[in-house]
Structure formats: C-alpha cells, structure tokens
C-alpha cells in the first residue's frame, strides 16, 4: 500500500485530481446510460438532456488539465505519482469523448424515425448495455486501483467487437433488402460505431490503470 | 530480475493496489549493479566508524563515461560509500573500510598503493567550494606541478587554460587569471574546483552535493557541464536533489541505512523503481 506523502498539501491535490476523475467517469457513466435508455425508448427529453449536460463533462475536463499542469509544476513528481498524474489527463481525455460520444448517439437517436429494424436494435442495445457494464467495471476498478479488474475490462472489448460486426452484417443484410431503411440504418451504423469506440475508450482506461499500478503496459497477455 | 519481483495478490475482498515492487522489509539490492566494462568496481564493502556499520555490504560498479547517481535519505551511507571511492575515510579517525574496490583492476586498498596519486585519479568537488586562497591560476597549476605532470611554464599554461576550458570557466577568468579564486561567485568557485580536479588528469570525478549551494542559474550551469565532462570521465554525484539527479546522471543507485536498495537505469528508477523503499523516497512519502 502507498504510505502518505511527508507534503500533507500534495497528498491533498492528488486526492482531488483523483475526486475529478472519478466524478468525470460518474457523468460520462451516466451520459452513457442515458443514450442507453434514448435509444430504447426513442425518448427525445433523454436525448436532449444528454446533450444538455456534455458541456459540464468539458469543463471537468479543464479542471483536470489545470491540476495536472499544477501538480507537474509545482511536485515535479516521480513513480507512481507520475504515472497517476500523466495517467489522469488521458483517462480525463477517455472519458470526455466517451461523453461525446454519447452526446453524438443522442443527436442521431432524436433523428431517428424508426422502425422496422428490430434485430439491429436488438443488437445496439446490446452494445450499449455491454459497454456500460464495462464502464461501471474500470471505474470501480479506478477507485480501488484493482488491476486484475482493469485486465477483466480490458478482454470485455471483445464481447463489444464481436457483437458490432454482428451488428454490421444485419444491417448490411436489412439494407440491402429494404432501401426504405438506408436513412435510419445509417443512423444506427454511427451509433453502434460510437458504442465500439466507447468500448476502446474504457479499454484504453484499463489500460492506463494498469499502468498506474505496474508501471508496464499491458497488451493482451 | 523478474523473479525478485513481488506481486501481492489482492484479492477481489480487499481489493488494494496491487505492488510489484521488492517489500520494504526486504535488504538485498534490486536491479543490476554490475556493468560490462567498469572503471571502478565495488565489492561487498562495509565501513565502521567505530563499532556502527554504515555501509554494509555493498557491491556496485561504477561505468566508464557515466554519472551515476548516489540519492537517499541523510545519514543513509551516500557520501560515506563515494569517499571510499579514493579512500577520503582514511582521514576519519576509527573509520575501518573492508571489502574490495578497484580502479582499473587494481585493488585501492592495497598497502603499498600511493593514496596521493589515487586522489589524483580520482578527483573529488565538495558540497561547498573550497578554492585555495591563491590565484585563479595557481589553484589549477598546483596539482599538476605537485604531481609532476608538466615540465615547463608553456606547458602549465596550456594545462590551466585547457583545464579551465573544459571547466566551462574559460571566458570568465581569461583576463583576471591571477586574481584571487576565492573572489568568484560561489558558481564560479565550484568551477573553479571542477577545473581542479580535471588538472590532474583524473579517471573519476567525485561530487559530494556539487551545487547544494548555488542559485539555479549556476547549478544549471553545472549540471551542463557535468554532461559533457562524461565524454572523458566517470562521474559518481551524490544529491539530494532527485530531479538533479534525473537530469545528470545515466544510472542511480538509492541507498537506505548503509544498505544498497535499488540500482538501475535512472529513467527506470524514477519512472518504475522495484523497491517500495526507493518509491517512497522518490515520491516524498518517506516516513
């Protein structure tokens, strides 16, 4: 275990950096949960509260660079503080356009007229659910620093893989069939490309949090 | 190495940071002391002041056109373990050094070795700069005289200007060659010390905190030339200062109550150390 920094004030500014993160991943967690229910209930008020709230997710994000900045200026820090705080400005960065994307899902999810695409959604929802469960993991993961946890994320990517190119060939196949669903298939498509990319960006946190921890990087093995 | 790692299983109950770092508790050094080619070797060298054993068994070798790095807390054997190096400890009354170390193969040690010349192999700068109270030419010519190394005045000349060039302190004191050295400013005082040293030809340069007493400007300037006196020395430097250490030295060794903790690649050690010892130092959460 990590023993208290001698410097009480540096042990209080990594413990913020440390509160902003985890408040980061509890909105972007939230955004992510949102598109979610959206996109099951093609619910505009979700949607658009969703898009609503990504601004506060960037400003967080801000914050973060600024603590960052300070730490790195003011601690010059070493080891382990110097991979959690180069850590936490791209886990700051994961998260944001984690939000993003969520916020880019509910724009396409307030277009969408659907639909005769039951199977697709099916399958989108899947993601979704999916990725959220991956979120929820490598948070906990973050707050506890648990690294085995963070590699259990890291390979839940597959499952997100494997279910989007399942996606993929259905909608080709429905949009072939049927050229009246290109608008909306379209639609899907970019969702479920934004529901894959949310899986990189909880794996590549995984990552980073294996790094924190083991100072290597993980790579699958 | 990978098996002296140590990972503590974490459990998903309690579900902590998970270390791979050597335990506290434990005193062997970590990470690779021994280089292909050293300049200097070390083997399990202990020292006493007396009964207390302050340096206890410890084995390093220093490289040839390296700096490396000695950190650790006061009164951790750091600067006890480097005046070894040219037997400074000699001096201490009570001070009893076993074990073996060598320049060039040869024993540093031996009865009949000439400590004067060994001092001159390997020169040493002090925490604060000690010039002479002579001129700035004759703190440079007296070792050289003394030793023997030069045979007329052209060739002293020469010795002091070039001494004092790869001192990087040249062009500050060409025209005020036989002023006092002690009128420097204490940067210039230091390399004043620097040029001193590297008089006498030296194969290695001990620097016990060099710039604990400059501003950042002349420290800089130190630490510029500390890189590029590497070219033809070996630098062993003890400091305090971790981020100097970081910035000068190629490998860093960290030494704990007279043990030898960890010794590595200096970018591995601040970045990844393998003793939790060493990262609680590095980090300031030492207790």
């Known amino acids: 275990m990590l023993r208290a920094h001698t410097v009480k004030s540096y042990d209080e500014q990594m413990e913020k950096l440390n509160s902003r993160i985890l408040e980061m991943g509890a909105r972007a967690r939230t955004q992510l949960a949102r598109s979610l229910e959206a996109l099951s209930r093609r619910d505009h008020t979700i949607a658009q509260e969703i898009v609503?709230?990504?601004?506060?997710?960037?400003?967080?994000?801000?914050?973060?660079?600024?603590?960052?900045?300070?730490?790195?200026?003011?601690?010059?820090?070493?080891?382990?503080?110097?991979?959690i705080i180069v850590t936490s400005l791209k886990t700051a960065s994961e998260l944001e356009r984690i939000a993003d994307r969520a916020a880019g899902i509910a724009g396409h999810v307030m277009q969408l007229?659907?639909?005769?695409?039951?199977?697709?959604?099916?399958l989108i929802l899947q993601m979704a659910a999916h990725t959220l469960r991956m979120l929820d993991k490598v948070l906990e993961a973050y707050r506890t620093m648990d690294v085995?946890?963070?590699?259990?994320?890291?390979?839940?990517?597959e499952e997100t893989d494997r279910i989007y190119q399942a996606l993929l060939q259905q909608l080709q196949h429905v949009m072939q069939e049927e050229s009246g669903t290109i608008n909306d298939g379209m639609r899907l498509l970019v969702a479920a490309k934004s529901y894959e990319r949310i899986g990189d960006h909880v794996q590549n946190i995984a990552e980073h949090l294996y790094y924190i921890v083991t100072g290597d990087t993980y790579c699958g093995r | 190495m990978e098996q002296a790692l140590i990972r503590e299983s974490t459990g998903?109950?309690?579900?902590?940071?998970?270390?791979?770092?050597?335990?506290?508790?434990?005193?062997?050094?970590?990470?690779?002391?021994?280089?292909?080619?050293?300049?200097?070797?070390?083997?399990?060298?202990?020292?006493?002041?007396?009964?207390?054993?302050?340096?206890k068994n410890v084995s390093l070798d220093v490289g040839r056109n390296e700096v490396i790095a000695m950190i650790g807390p006061s009164g951790c054997g750091k600067s006890t373990f480097i005046r070894c190096l040219n037997r400074m400890n000699d001096t201490i009354e009570g001070c009893r050094v076993t074990g073996e170390i060598t320049l060039d193969g040869q024993n540093i040690y031996d009865s009949g070795l000439d400590v004067v010349a060994l001092r001159a192999q390997v020169g040493m700068v002090f925490q604060k700069p000690n010039p002479f109270p002579k001129s700035i030419y004759e703190n440079i010519a007296y070792g050289p005289r003394i030793h023997g190394l030069v045979d007329s005045k052209a060739a002293l000349d020469e010795l002091v200007e070039n001494s004092l060039k790869k001192a990087g302190l040249w062009d500050e004191v060409k025209d005020r060659l036989h002023e006092p050295g002690t009128g420097l400013s204490g940067g210039q005082q230091q390399r004043l010390c620097i040029a001193r040293a590297?008089?006498?030809?030296?194969?290695?340069?001990?620097?016990?905190?060099?710039?604990?007493?400059?501003?950042?400007?002349?420290?800089a300037i130190i630490e510029d030339l500390i890189d590029e006196l590497r070219q033809h020395y070996s630098i062993v430097i003890v400091t305090h200062s971790m981020q100097q250490a970081s910035r000068v030295s190629q490998r860093t060794a960290f030494f704990h109550l007279g043990d030898l903790i960890e010794v590595g690649a200096t970018s591995q050690v601040f970045t990844n150390p393998l003793h939790e010892l060493t990262e609680d130092y590095i980090t300031g959460r030492f207790g």
């Open chain 2, 12 to 55: 998903r109950q309690s579900p902590t940071l998970v270390s791979r770092r050597v335990s506290r508790d434990n005193r062997q050094t970590v990470g690779d002391p021994f280089v292909a080619d050293p300049r200097m070797t070390c083997r399990n060298v202990n020292v006493y002041y007396g009964d207390k054993r302050a340096i």
């Open chain 1, 113 to 122: 007229n659907c639909i005769p695409l039951r199977e697709p959604v099916e």
């Open chain 1, 52 to 83: 609503r709230d990504e601004p506060g997710i960037d400003a967080l994000r801000e914050e973060v660079d600024q603590l960052t900045v300070g730490i790195l200026a003011m601690r010059q820090p070493m080891a382990i503080d110097l991979r």
């Open chain 1, 148 to 157: 085995d946890d963070a590699v259990e994320v890291w390979h839940m990517d």
């Open chain 2, 198 to 219: 590297i008089a006498v030809s030296p194969e290695v340069i001990l620097m016990d905190e060099p710039c604990s007493a400059l501003d950042p400007m002349a420290t």
